[in-house]
Structures are given as structure tokens and as C-alpha cells.
């Protein structure tokens, strides 16, 4: 798959650097000529030895070391690359390239390139989720960095949360990906679709202090989005209130209440091709919102809730070629009730779990999944890693799109 890439691997010093061992050898199996660049940190953790073996060239850690006196090795490397892989990137690379330092090897040839950049974060949770690092990844993004966004489980600094390197055979997934795109491969089963997903739970303000809103954390539908734009799709996000953070790299609209995800909804509908709404939308909101803060008065306070708009429905009766996908999350009668709203909101799919069951629904990292079309039962999914789950669906979808029944 990889046949005469030329892929300039960027390692830097965290401990999933051992890590980039396997992806090396991994490249180098699918046919691409890897060249390793390490950084002074990344060499405590895996030795050159290891890489340049499983790369069979030289592997550059010193700017100064120049092994061959014909050509500058930063701007020979620069110029080489068809794709720069940064993995595992630490936070510290990523902070260096938003803010454009040049003052090792690595970061130096990255401020020479010209080849498009991949990165693949790994790092410890709480860094990770730093607003600083949040920031830098956000400017890279809009600079047209692409980010293999690291899993989640127990790091190795004893933490569980996302920052673990997404495995080797993943990333190399996705460097495939990104090559049959750039050749405009028709063979990306999304590619030159547009997929909406609508992610989240909806705020509605009571007063300008205190809202409702739900457990929903995001995850879903972010890995959705994810697995979409995995597929060759363009992909746009609508996102209420999240807990968790959203992929980089993917555009992303914020919104509060469900009114607001039905106007961004709405605004997008018409050049969509298909729909996704894992967001979980309040189904009512204050009948008045306070301009100002309520006072503390009586014993009890009564809070008048009327109905909101119905997003998925409205957008079922608008449908054209749209293909539309929603979900259910019940506690009960799981089948009867998303076959229901299947049928009621005019879905394509509807994606039911059980949120009563261990591993499926709000928060987790997992979930168990049943996927009916009007016919009833199409597909019923194991526990999985909500991406895993988000790969099936995309997947399915596409095979309908395309006119192959599942
Ligand atoms: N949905 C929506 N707008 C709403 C409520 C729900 O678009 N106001 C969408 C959700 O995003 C989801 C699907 O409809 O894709 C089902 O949501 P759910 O809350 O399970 O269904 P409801 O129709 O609200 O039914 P109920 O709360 O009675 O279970």
C-alpha cells in the first residue's frame, strides 16, 4: 500500500517511543522508505540502533552531525519527505511547532518542510487536556496539520484517560488513508461526502447562572466524526456541552441549546450527505429564561418546562438524498422504542444501546450497540471502544450509500 512513500518518522522522547519501533517495521513492511529522525530525549527511551535497523538508513539526532558533507541533512530530509509522522509526538514537540522553534533536528527540519505533517500525541492525560496544549493542537490543525488522536485506557504515569499512542497498526491505517486521499482514491468509501455529526448534550438556560443539561459526554459522537473523516469524508461537528475533548483537526461549531443545534443543523442540512445525531438533545427548556439571577424566595420553586424542537424529526421531513442516522439510549424495551423513533423521526439507522448495561452509554469509553433500519435488527454490535463502534456504523452506512444492502 505504501510503495515508494517516503516517509520521514519524527520520535520523540516519551515512553510510548518504544512504540515506534513496531510502526517503523510496520511501514517499512507495507513497502515505504522510512527515514527516523529522533529527539535527544526520544534516544533515552528506544536506541538509534533499534530504529535504524528496522529502517535500514541513518537515523539524524544532531542538527551539527551532518553524514554527508554533499547536502544539509535537515533541508535534504525536508525536501525528501512525502509525509512527516511525528510519533509519538510529546507535548513538547507540538508547542514548539505551534510556535514555530527550530532548536534540535526534528524541529528544525519541521520548520523546513514543505510535505504535509501527520502527528500522533501521546502524553499523559491531564497534559493532554492542558488548554495550552489544547491551543497548540488547534493551531496546528488550521494549518493543515493532521492528528492520529491518541486512545484512551491506562497510561503508563498510572493515569486512565486519553493520551495513550494510537497503536502502530492504526496509525499505519491511517497513513494509508491519508495517501489513497491524496490520490483522490474513490476507493475511501466516504470520499467527497459530507457527514454532519451532531455531538453532546444541550444547555438550556434557566438564568444566566444555571442551565439543564445531561450526562452526555461527547464521546460518541467525536469518535463518529473521527471514523467519518477515516473514511474520506468531509467532516463537520456541531458540539453542545462536552466533557471530553473533540478530535483535532475536524471543524467544529459550538452551540447551547437545542434551538441553536437545530439552526446549525438546518444551516448545513442542505449540502450534507448523511446526518448524525449522537447529541443528546434536551427535550425541554425553560419556558422563560431570567435575564437575570432568581432569587432565593419560597420553599419550593416551580421551573415551567415546555417542549423543545424536535431536531432529528424536523430534519427527517426535510430529507432528500440525505442519509440519516440517529440514536436511541433507553433503559427498557430497547428494540420496541428505537424502532419507533426510527420510523416517527423518518432515520435511516437508529444506533440503540441499553444505557443500563456495563460498558454501553453516557461516559464510558465503550458501548454496546444495536442497529436497526425500518426492516428491524441490521446489526448488533459486541462491547466495544466507542471508535470501534463509530467504524462500524460509518462503515454500514457507507455500504448503503453506495447501494450495498448489509
Ligand atoms: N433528538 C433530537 N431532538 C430532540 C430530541 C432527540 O434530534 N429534541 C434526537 C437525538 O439526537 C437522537 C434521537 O432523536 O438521535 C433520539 O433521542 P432520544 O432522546 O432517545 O429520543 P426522544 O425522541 O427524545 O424520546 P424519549 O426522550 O421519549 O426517549
Redesign the pocket.
Known amino acids: 500500500m505504501l510503495t515508494g512513500k517516503k516517509i520521514l518518522l519524527g520520535v520523540t522522547g516519551g515512553i510510548a517511543a518504544f512504540k515506534a519501533a513496531s510502526l517503523c517495521s510496520k511501514l517499512v513492511q507495507q513497502g515505504a522508505e522510512v527515514r527516523v529522525i529522533m529527539t535527544e530525549s526520544a534516544t533515552k527511551f528506544i536506541s538509534e540502533l533499534t530504529l535504524q535497523s528496522l529502517s535500514r538508513g541513518p537515523v539524524y539526532t544532531d542538527t551539527f552531525d551532518e553524514k554527508n558533507p554533499a547536502v544539509i541533512a535537515h533541508i535534504n530530509l525536508a525536501d525528501w519527505a512525502d509525509l512527516v509522522l511525528i510519533a509519538p509526538a510529546t507535548a513538547n514537540i507540538i508547542g514548539k511547532m505551534a510556535a514555530g522553534l527550530a532548536d534540535d533536528m526534528l524541529s528544525t527540519t519541521l520548520l523546513a518542510t514543505q510535505a504535509p505533517i501527520m502527528v500522533a500525541p501521546a502524553m499523559n492525560v491531564h497534559m493532554y487536556q492542558h488548554p495550552a496544549v489544547m491551543r497548540n493542537m488547534n493551531e496546528l490543525a488550521e494549518r493543515g496539520v493532521m492528528f492520529v488522536e491518541p486512545g484512551e485506557g491506562l497510561l503508563a504515569c498510572g493515569y486512565v484517560g486519553k493520551g495513550r499512542l494510537e497503536e502502530p497498526e492504526e496509525i499505519v491505517k491511517v497513513v494509508e488513508r491519508y495517501f489513497e486521499r491524496l490520490a483522490g482514491s474513490a476507493s475511501l468509501p466516504l470520499y467527497g461526502k459530507k457527514v454532519v455529526v451532531?455531538a453532546g448534550g444541550t444547555i438550556e438556560r434557566i438564568d444566566p447562572v444555571r442551565y439543564i443539561t445531561n450526562d452526555s459526554s461527547g464521546k460518541m459522537g467525536f469518535a463518529l466524526a473521527e471514523a467519518a473523516r477515516e473514511l474520506g469524508a468531509e467532516v463537520l461537528l456541531i458540539a453542545g456541552n462536552t466533557q471530553s475533548p473533540p478530535p483535532a483537526g475536524i471543524p467544529l461549531e459550538r452551540v447551547q441549546s437545542?434551538q441553536d443545534m437545530y439552526e446549525a443543523a438546518l444551516g448545513h442540512f442542505g449540502s450534507s450527505d448523511i446526518v448524525i445525531?449522537?447529541?443528546?438533545?434536551?427535550?425541554y427548556r425553560p419556558a422563560v429564561q431570567s435575564d437575570r439571577k432568581i432569587k432565593k424566595t419560597g420553599e419550593t420553586l416551580t421551573l415551567d418546562l415546555v417542549k423543545?424542537?424536535?431536531?432529528?424529526?424536523q430534519?427527517g421531513r426535510l430529507k432528500t438524498k440525505q442519509f440519516l442516522i440517529?440514536?436511541?439510549?433507553?433503559t427498557n424495551d430497547v428494540e420496541k422504542?428505537a424502532l419507533d423513533?426510527l420510523r416517527?423521526?423518518n432515520c435511516d439507522l437508529?444506533v440503540a444501546n441499553d444505557v443500563t448495561s456495563e460498558g454501553a452509554g453516557f461516559g464510558t469509553d465503550t458501548n454496546i450497540v444495536n442497529i436497526y433500519d425500518a426492516e428491524g435488527l441490521v446489526q448488533s454490535l459486541p462491547l466495544l471502544s466507542k471508535r470501534q463502534t463509530a467504524r462500524q456504523i460509518l462503515g454500514l452506512a457507507a455500504d448503503r450509500i453506495a447501494g450495498d444492502r448489509v
Open positions: 451532531t437545542a445525531k449522537a447529541a443528546a438533545v434536551a427535550d423543545n424542537i424536535d431536531i432529528l424529526e430534519l440517529g440514536f436511541a439510549a433507553e422504542y423513533k416517527r423521526k437508529i
